[in-house]
C-alpha cells in the first residue's frame, strides 16, 4: 500500500489552488462507509459526503423482523473479543448484556449455535450415532487443522490437493476412513457420505460456491482475534447506529447509486455536463431507482471556476465532485462493474488482484413454526445424503439446488426467537434459490425436514424469511475470501489509493481509495471492513495534516 505522506502544497497544485479557495478538503464515501465518515468528521474534516445505493444504513447489516423475533440476514457474530473495534463498542454500550452462553463462544463457532447437540439425519430418515459423528468430526477437524499448516509453516502444496482446501480435505478425510480396521462397512459408508456435509457447511462459512475454490496454501493465512465470539441479542444494526451517532443527517444521502466514477482529470479543469454518460450495461438500471437510461448529465455542486479532480456520475444523473473518493462497495460489484465503473479504469495491479480474489453467496432461509418438532437438547438438525458417499463435487444442476443447504439451526432462546429455524445455503444453487418464490421454498424446505427427520407429519412453517445476497445488484455476493490462485497479497494490492495511472505525478494525490472487507487481512469480518475504512480515513487525515495544523 502507498505510504500516506502530506502532499506539500505547492503554488502550481491545481489541488491546492482549489483548496486555498474552499478551505477543506471534498471527501466522498460510496457504501456503508460510516466509520470512516465519522473519523473524517472527528478530525475536522468538514466537508464529507456519504453516498448509499440502498435505502438503509449498514450494508451487509440488515436487521428484519419475522413475528415478534428480531432476525439477522447479514452480519450475525462479532468475531473475537480481544482488540476487537466492534466487540468494546457493543461492550461499552451494553449490547452484550443479554447474550447468553449459548451465544458466546470460544474456538471455531458453528454458523449459528454452540449450545445443545447437533443432530446428524439421512436421507432416508435415519439418525446417525452419536458415536460415529463424534468419530467423524474428531477426523475431520485433525485434517482440518493440517489444512492451516501450508500457509503458517510454509509447506509445500503437493500437485494432487490442486491447491484446493476441498479437495485436499476430502481425499484425507476418504483415505483414512477406508483404511480403518475398526469400522464396519456399514459405518465407514455413513462416514464417506458425511464427508460431503462437512464441507457444505465449510462452503457456507467462506461464502464460496464450494471449499474446493478456496487456496490451501493460504488458507492459514486468516486468524481469528483471540477471545469470544458473540451474537448481540439486539441486533447488530445497533453497531451500525452507534457508528452513525454524531454524523450531521445532510452527510449521508440513501438511495443514491452511482454509475461512474470520473478520477485522474490531470488538468483539474471545470467538470461539467461534458462528461459523458456511462449507463450501458450498468446493473443499478434493472432496479428502476435510478436515473433514465440515455438522460444528459445535470450540472454538480460547484462553481464554474472550481477545479476537481474527481466527479461521481449518479444513477439520477447528478454529477457530484471531490478532492478524494472512498469506495467501500462490494468485491462483487467490483468484479461485476469495474470497467465501467471507474473512467478511466483501475492500475492493473488493483483489476489482477479483483479478479484472483473470490466472493460468494451464503444465505440464510428462516422458518417459523408453531410448535417445534424438535426436542429442547437439539442445537440443529444437519442433512447427509448417503448417496453423496463418492461424490467429489459440491455443485448440483440447477433443479436440485436444495442439495447445497447444509442443515438447519435451532435459534435460542425460544423467548426470544420464537420457534425458528435458521437454514443455509451456499454458491450457485443460493442463486437458483434466490429466484423461487417464498411458497416454493417453504415447501422444498418443509419435505426435506419430513425426510430427513422421518416425521412425515411436520407442518409447513407459518412464516418464511430468507436473504437473497447474490441477486442484490448493490452487493452481488456476501463475503470475500481467498480463492484458489489467490492470496492475503491480493488483498493488499486491492487495498488502499489509485492516486494516479502513473505514480510520478503529484498534482492528483490519493483520488481514489478502495476499502471494505475484501481489502483487509481480516476479509469476510465486520471488524475487517470498520479497521479498513478507518485506515483509508488515517491517510487523507495524514495527508491534511498540516492544512489542519495551520488552522483557518
Known amino acids: 500500500m502507498q505510504s500516506c505522506e502530506p502532499s506539500g502544497y505547492s503554488e502550481d497544485d491545481p489541488l491546492s489552488r482549489s483548496l486555498r479557495r474552499r478551505g477543506q478538503p471534498r471527501v466522498v464515501v460510496i457504501g456503508a462507509g460510516l466509520a470512516t465518515a465519522r473519523a473524517l468528521l472527528e478530525q475536522g474534516f468538514t466537508d464529507v459526503t456519504v453516498l448509499e445505493a440502498s435505502r438503509h444504513i449498514g450494508g451487509r447489516v440488515q436487521r428484519v423482523r419475522l413475528g415478534h423475533a428480531t432476525l439477522e440476514l447479514g452480519a450475525t457474530w462479532i468475531h473475537g473479543s480481544h482488540g476487537n473495534p466492534i466487540y468494546h463498542l457493543a461492550e461499552a454500550n451494553g449490547l452484550l448484556e443479554e447474550t447468553t452462553d449459548g451465544e458466546r463462544s470460544v474456538g471455531r463457532i458453528s454458523l449459528y ?14 439418525w446417525i450415532p452419536k458415536d460415529v459423528v463424534e468419530e467423524f468430526s474428531d477426523l475431520y477437524n485433525e485434517v482440518y487443522n493440517l489444512t492451516q499448516g ?22 484425507k478425510v476418504r483415505n483414512r476412513i477406508r483404511d480403518n480396521p475398526d469400522d464396519t462397512e456399514a459405518t465407514k459408508r455413513l462416514k ?3 464427508i460431503q456435509q462437512y464441507p457444505k457447511v ?20 486468516w486468524t481469528e482475534i483471540p477471545g469470544a465470539h458473540h451474537i448481540i441479542p439486539s441486533g447488530f444494526m445497533r453497531v451500525v447506529e452507534l457508528l452513525a451517532e454524531g454524523i450531521p443527517p445532510h452527510v449521508i444521502q440513501l438511495g443514491k447509486p452511482i454509475r461512474c466514477i470520473h478520477w485522474e482529470q490531470a488538468s483539474a479543469r471545470p467538470r461539467g455536463p461534458e462528461i459523458q454518460p456511462c449507463g450501458e450495461g450498468d ?3 434493472d432496479t428502476g431507482e435510478g436515473g433514465q437510461s440515455g438522460e444528459s448529465p445535470q450540472k454538480g455542486r460547484w462553481d464554474e471556476d472550481e477545479q476537481w479532480p474527481v466527479v461521481m456520475e449518479c444513477e439520477d444523473c447528478e454529477m457530484i465532485p471531490a478532492d478524494h473518493v472512498i469506495v467501500t462497495v462490494t ?5 461485476r462493474q469495474y470497467t465501467s465503473f471507474f473512467r478511466p479504469c483501475l492500475p492493473t495491479e488493483k483489476v489482477a488482484a479483483i479478479h484472483r480474489l473470490g466472493i460468494g453467496t451464503t444465505d440464510k432461509i428462516f422458518l417459523e413454526f408453531e410448535e417445534p418438532f424438535w426436542g429442547p437438547e437439539c442445537n440443529s438438525l444437519q442433512f447427509v445424503w448417503e ?14 439446488w436444495y442439495r447445497k443447504i447444509c442443515g438447519f439451526d435451532v435459534l435460542y432462546p425460544p423467548e426470544r426467537y420464537g420457534h425458528v429455524l435458521s437454514g443455509w445455503i451456499c454458491g450457485e444453487e443460493a442463486l437458483v434459490m434466490e429466484k423461487c418464490d417464498d411458497e416454493a421454498v417453504a415447501e422444498i424446505c418443509t419435505e426435506m425436514l419430513r425426510q430427513f427427520t422421518g416425521n412425515p407429519n411436520i407442518p409447513k412453517p407459518r412464516r418464511i424469511l430468507r436473504s437473497s445476497w447474490g441477486s442484490n445488484p448493490y452487493f452481488r455476493g456476501s463475503y470475500s475470501y481467498t480463492q484458489v490462485g489467490s492470496s492475503g497479497a491480493d488483498v493488499e494490492k486491492e487495498v488502499g489509493q489509485a492516486p494516479t495511472l502513473h505514480r510520478e505525478l503529484q498534482d492528483t494525490p490519493m483520488q481514489v481509495l478502495l476499502s471494505g472487507e475484501a481489502t483487509h487481512r481480516k476479509y469476510s469480518t465486520t471488524h475487517g471492513a470498520l479497521l479498513s475504512g478507518q485506515r483509508e480515513a488515517a491517510c487523507l487525515i495524514e495527508m491534511y495534516r498540516d492544512l489542519f495544523q495551520q488552522g483557518p
Open 283 to 285: 446493473h443499478n438500471h
Open 202 to 221: 465449510e462452503s457456507c462459512e467462506s461464502s464460496s460456491h464450494s471449499i474446493d475454490e478456496v487456496s490451501l496454501s493460504a488458507f492459514g493465512e
Open 331 to 335: 468485491l462483487g460489484v467490483l468484479k
Open 192 to 194: 464417506l457420505a458425511m
Open 113 to 126: 449455535s454452540k449450545n445443545g447437540v447437533a443432530c446428524y439425519l439421512t436421507n432416508h430418515g435415519r
Open 150 to 171: 501450508f500457509f503458517r509453516h510454509g509447506k509445500p502444496v503437493n500437485a494432487e490437493s490442486q491447491n484446493s482446501v476441498g479437495v485436499f480435505t476430502r481425499e
Open 387 to 400: 448417496d453423496e458417499a463418492e461424490s467429489c463435487t459440491l455443485t448440483y444442476p440447477p433443479e436440485l
